[in-house]
């Protein structure tokens, strides 16, 4: 392998490392911020547990995330030197703004962590979360539009091969950042809603039927549901997006490949690459029409309207369909749950529910995963797109592939000790003692 395929591999193994933290990171601080308020408003001492358990978790996990973040950050110009020369300019900015909101949301979270009970009006306390929310889910904001501007470049005029008269703020807010920064929050806060409610499952099911853990799963999965379809309404202006600025991307996403009306939805199935013949699928008629344009008798694009050099990887369609059906289970499980109290023969906290919270939590991390790689495998081959491709933005420095088992190593022992401090700092201290302890004390 050569350095521009090492490089490309040290830089999805540190993405795909990174975003799970990265994702935790946004999503958690409103869980945190929305369980603190219900136990101040209800005088409810569950809730202001669970803000405080959660809490706990959270600083391990934004301590990980950042290092993982540095490393994104340096290896951005170490392996990618020829797009930082080119561009660097442009996406100078909100790349500087988002470690300013880094640092914004890092001051708040010391503060707030060590002045618990100490206000006389506990709702001065929960203010401190207003901050935490606004730095995690600026972070992603501004990181979000350094991705959507290498989808759908603007912001500058391409003069003898460099970039001039660059506006930062028309590059910033490219066409890409509103469907983008919309997918990317949405799906960080449902998921986790759904691993908050995954660890209240697993001690469900391990035993554990104090009520805490009860509320747990009620708060993260009506906050699911709502989320759920957030996600998805998302997910359909994604397309819609697609189908204008990136038709390539969602062409192949969907293995389509002559232009035209009323075009079929794929789901599954095997593709011969050379008669673009698809067998063993299932089609839906008209539904990607619909889905690209919001009519059934809409054109869409196909793939053999662009030169095959410009196309992306067709393995995308399974990321495509494994995401997206990942969406749709993260969808049902709140339904079902919220559904059973209706039911009498049904208890909402049976076995079989508490396993499907239980299973939500590892899938919605898979669909990040799947998301961030559809993201960006389906813009291949460009970095930045109509600009550069990704074999001419590489380093030439031929000791990539020792950098790319350095870092391996390194994600290892993150992972491992991240595990390893979540674990011991729970590990026999269930909620219901923790709570009773507190009680003695007060």
Same mark, same amino acid.
């Given at each position: 392998?050569?350095?521009?395929?090492?490089?490309?591999?040290?830089?999805?193994?540190?993405?795909?490392?990174?975003?799970?933290?990265?994702?935790?990171?946004?999503?958690?601080?409103?869980?945190?911020?929305?369980?603190?308020?219900?136990?101040?408003?209800?005088?409810?001492?569950?809730?202001?547990?669970?803000?405080?358990?959660?809490?706990?978790?959270?600083?391990?996990?934004?301590?990980?995330?950042?290092?993982?973040?540095?490393?994104?950050?340096?290896?951005?110009?170490?392996?990618?030197?020829?797009?930082?020369?080119?561009?660097?300019?442009?996406?100078?900015?909100?790349?500087?703004?988002?470690?300013?909101?880094?640092?914004?949301?890092?001051?708040?979270?010391?503060?707030?962590?060590?002045?618990?009970?100490?206000?006389? /009006?506990?709702?001065?306390?929960? #203010? &401190?979360?207003?901050?935490? @929310?606004?730095?995690?889910?600026? +972070? =992603?904001? *501004?990181?979000?539009?350094?991705?959507?501007?290498?989808?759908?470049?603007?912001?500058?005029?391409?003069?003898?091969?460099?970039?001039?008269?660059?506006?930062?703020?028309?590059?910033?807010?490219?066409?890409?950042?509103?469907?983008?920064?919309?997918?990317?929050?949405?799906?960080?806060?449902?998921?986790?809603?759904?691993?908050?409610?995954?660890?209240?499952?697993?001690?469900?099911?391990?035993?554990?039927?104090?009520?805490?853990?009860?509320?747990?799963?009620?708060? /993260?999965?009506?906050?699911?549901? #709502? &989320?759920?379809?957030?996600? @998805?309404?998302?997910?359909?202006? +994604? =397309?819609? *997006?697609?189908?204008?600025?990136?038709?390539?991307?969602?062409?192949?996403?969907?293995?389509?490949?002559?232009?035209?009306?009323?075009?079929?939805?794929?789901?599954?199935?095997?593709?011969?690459?050379?008669?673009?013949?698809?067998?063993?699928?299932?089609?839906?008629?008209?539904?990607?029409?619909?889905?690209?344009?919001?009519?059934?008798?809409?054109?869409?694009?196909?793939?053999?309207?662009?030169?095959?050099?410009?196309?992306?990887?067709?393995?995308?369609?399974?990321?495509?369909?494994?995401?997206?059906?990942?969406?749709?289970?993260?969808?049902?499980?709140?339904?079902?749950?919220?559904?059973?109290?209706?039911?009498?023969?049904?208890?909402?906290?049976?076995?079989?529910?508490?396993?499907?919270?239980?299973?939500?939590?590892?899938?919605?991390?898979?669909?990040?995963?799947?998301?961030?790689?559809?993201?960006?495998?389906?813009?291949?081959?460009?970095?930045?797109?109509?600009?550069?491709?990704?074999?001419?933005?590489?380093?030439?420095?031929?000791?990539?592939?020792?950098?790319?088992?350095?870092?391996?190593?390194?994600?290892?022992?993150?992972?491992?000790?991240?595990?390893?401090?979540?674990?011991?700092?729970?590990?026999?201290?269930?909620?219901?003692?923790?709570?009773?302890?507190?009680?003695?004390?007060?």
């Amino acid at each position: 392998m050569g350095t521009v395929d090492w490089s490309r591999y040290l830089t999805e193994m540190t993405l795909a490392f990174h975003i799970l933290f990265a994702t935790v990171g946004v999503g958690v601080p409103v869980f945190i911020s929305l369980a603190e308020w219900i136990g101040i408003r209800k005088k409810d001492e569950h809730y202001s547990l669970m803000a405080r358990r959660w809490a706990r978790g959270f600083v391990i996990t934004v301590a990980v995330g950042v290092v993982t973040g540095t490393c994104i950050g340096l290896q951005l110009s170490l392996l990618w030197p020829e797009f930082m020369r080119l561009a660097g300019n442009v996406v100078g900015l909100p790349l500087f703004l988002e470690t300013f909101a880094f640092f914004f949301e890092a001051i708040f979270l010391g503060i707030y962590l060590y002045t618990w009970n100490r206000f006389s /009006n506990p709702y001065m306390h929960w #203010l &401190l979360t207003l901050p935490i @929310i606004i730095g995690s889910s600026g +972070s =992603a904001l *501004f990181i979000t539009t350094v991705n959507s501007f290498m989808n759908t470049p603007q912001g500058f005029e391409l003069e003898n091969g460099q970039l001039a008269r660059i506006d930062p703020i028309a590059a910033m807010f490219n066409p890409a950042v509103p469907s983008k920064v919309f997918h990317v929050l949405s799906s960080a806060y449902l998921t986790a809603a759904f691993l908050l409610a995954m660890i209240a499952a697993f001690a469900m099911l391990r035993g554990r039927k104090d009520e805490y853990y009860r509320k747990s799963i009620r708060l /993260n999965m009506a906050a699911g549901l #709502l &989320l759920a379809v957030l996600t @998805i309404v998302a997910g359909d202006i +994604s =397309a819609q *997006f697609l189908a204008k600025k990136q038709p390539e991307k969602l062409a192949a996403a969907e293995w389509h490949f002559e232009t035209g009306k009323k075009a079929p939805l794929i789901v599954g199935g095997r593709l011969n690459p050379e008669t673009q013949e698809v067998s063993g699928a299932f089609e839906i008629p008209w539904a990607l029409s619909l889905l690209a344009t919001h009519n059934p008798d809409g054109t869409v694009v196909g793939l053999n309207d662009f030169p095959k050099d410009e196309w992306p990887p067709l393995y995308v369609h399974y990321l495509f369909d494994a995401m997206v059906g990942i969406g749709f289970y993260l969808l049902a499980v709140p339904v079902i749950f919220l559904a059973l109290p209706r039911l009498k023969r049904w208890q909402a906290y049976n076995r079989w529910i508490l396993a499907a919270i239980l299973a939500g939590g590892p899938l919605s991390l898979l669909a990040i995963e799947l998301g961030w790689f559809y993201a960006e495998v389906g813009r291949q081959p460009w970095i930045m797109r109509g600009y550069m491709r990704v074999s001419d933005a590489a380093t030439t420095n031929t000791h990539v592939n020792v950098a790319f088992w350095l870092f391996a190593a390194l994600y290892v022992v993150l992972g491992v000790v991240c595990l390893y401090v979540l674990g011991r700092l729970f590990r026999n201290k269930p909620a219901e003692l923790e709570l009773e302890a507190r009680r003695i004390i007060l």
